[in-house]
């Protein structure tokens, strides 16, 4: 059964007096909120989610409620709960989806060590798994929200989670954040792209999220190889070419786009030594949406000729 | 600057692991020291001078005259030079000890 499957109210009140628990890629989590406005946005973000039963172990179990005292009642606020602890201060009530977003990552970049996780969007053509890694800013969210309406499968737009031992990247469908010109951009660019609330007064500006298409969560266990390595830089004035890139530098940039590279040690090496092996590697700048889709759509078409 | 009679090598509990791409005077080499956990990116000079002293303890000068032979046709052999810098450097983040003659 999924998320969606459930009517607003039953999802109101499994939140609110006991807990959902989902299967989130490669991960099971519990979710409680007493915040309204939690509610709606993530019944629609997860709506292709698949339930879990009570008794499966979860991960993460988070919980996003009010906070004890005066707060609860004026300016509301939220705290974000990863079982009894509170790692941030808390977020203004309005802003829970966010808040849970943001806190969820954090989870994943914190504590997950059973793969070697780097701060990227993964999409795949064919089971070949196209690696855009970047910082915030650098338009990888944007780009890689682009592809998954051009034919690319969504594997995730903020985590690689890739397998120590072979590589292998494991899908991490979730909602894609856009900031600022970016929500614009792609209402633009796919009018069956299905966006949720716009936050404004955010720490990151305006944001918004865009609901993963329903095949990429149900192809959520379908592993993808690393096949392209490309770090993009939006610019103004870039030119959208692919340049090549010797693979010690790709190396040099990877590794400092992992969370947990140096923690995995001599592991975290050999993985990464595997993957840049795999992979063909370029940086781009871009500052065009359409022409890199059609460039890395001729870069995936090639690949399938050979 | 490194005195030019000192005898380098890298030392045994360093356990480096190795990882190279690229062919001729394009190989670059990535090596992981699993003693400091630290990942360096070396060129082809770098990586050769590294590879020898885990094999062998050598002076700059001998190093240089043993790199001479190492290196592919058409490498630029001006990076020879470069040998007492980066034995330098290598001292600097823990790759190379000096070793008493």
């Known amino acids: 059964m999924r998320l969606g499957e459930l009517s607003s109210e039953e999802v109101r009140t499994r939140l609110t007096q006991h807990e959902i628990r989902l299967r989130v890629g490669p991960f099971s989590i519990s979710v409680a909120s007493d915040q309204p406005s939690f509610w709606p946005a993530f019944h629609f973000l997860y709506q292709d989610f698949p339930l879990l039963e009570d008794d499966v172990p979860v991960e993460f179990r988070i919980g996003l409620v009010y906070p004890p005292g005066i707060r609860r009642w004026f300016r509301r606020q939220v705290l974000f709960f990863l079982d009894d602890a509170t790692p941030f201060e808390p977020f203004t009530s309005a802003l829970a989806l966010p808040f849970f977003e943001w806190g969820f990552n954090w989870c994943i970049y914190e504590h997950v060590y059973e793969f070697l996780v780097m701060h990227a969007a993964v999409l795949a053509r064919d089971g070949k798994a196209l690696i855009l890694p970047g910082p915030p800013g650098s338009g990888k969210s944007t780009l890689c929200a682009a592809l998954a309406f051009r034919g690319w499968r969504l594997l995730s737009d903020e985590f690689a989670l890739f397998d120590i031992a072979s590589g292998a990247l494991f899908p991490l469908p979730r909602p894609v954040g856009l900031k600022e010109q970016s929500i614009g951009v792609i209402r633009a660019f796919a009018s069956d792209a299905d966006v949720g609330p716009t936050f404004t007064d955010t720490r990151k500006g305006t944001v918004a999220h865009l609901r993963p298409p329903s095949r990429a969560v149900a192809s959520a266990d379908e592993p993808a190889m690393p096949h392209w390595l490309i770090f993009p830089t939006y610019s103004r004035d870039a030119d959208n070419k692919l340049e090549p890139l010797a693979k010690a530098s790709a190396f040099a940039l990877a590794s400092e786009s992992c969370f947990n590279y140096r923690a995995l040690g001599v592991d975290g090496f050999s993985a990464l030594s595997r993957i840049i092996d795999r992979c063909a590697c370029f940086e781009v700048a871009f500052n065009d949406i359409d022409t890199m889709v059609r460039t890395l759509d001729q870069l995936a078409t090639r690949s399938e000729r050979t | ?101």
């Not at chain 2, 400091?36 to 070396?42: F, I, K, N, Y």
């Open chain 2, 1 to 101: 600057m490194v005195n030019k009679h000192q005898i380098w090598r890298v030392p045994d509990y360093l356990q480096l692991r190795w990882q190279s791409w690229g062919e001729a005077e394009n190989t670059e080499f990535v090596v992981f020291n699993c003693y400091s956990g630290e990942t360096h990116c070396l060129n082809l000079t770098a990586g050769l001078v590294l590879q020898y002293l885990e094999t062998e303890a050598a002076s700059a000068a001998a190093l240089s005259a043993a790199i001479r032979q190492a290196l592919p046709a058409g490498a630029n052999e001006d990076a020879l030079r470069q040998i007492p810098d980066l034995l330098h450097e290598f001292d600097e983040v823990g790759l190379i000890a000096p070793v008493a003659p």
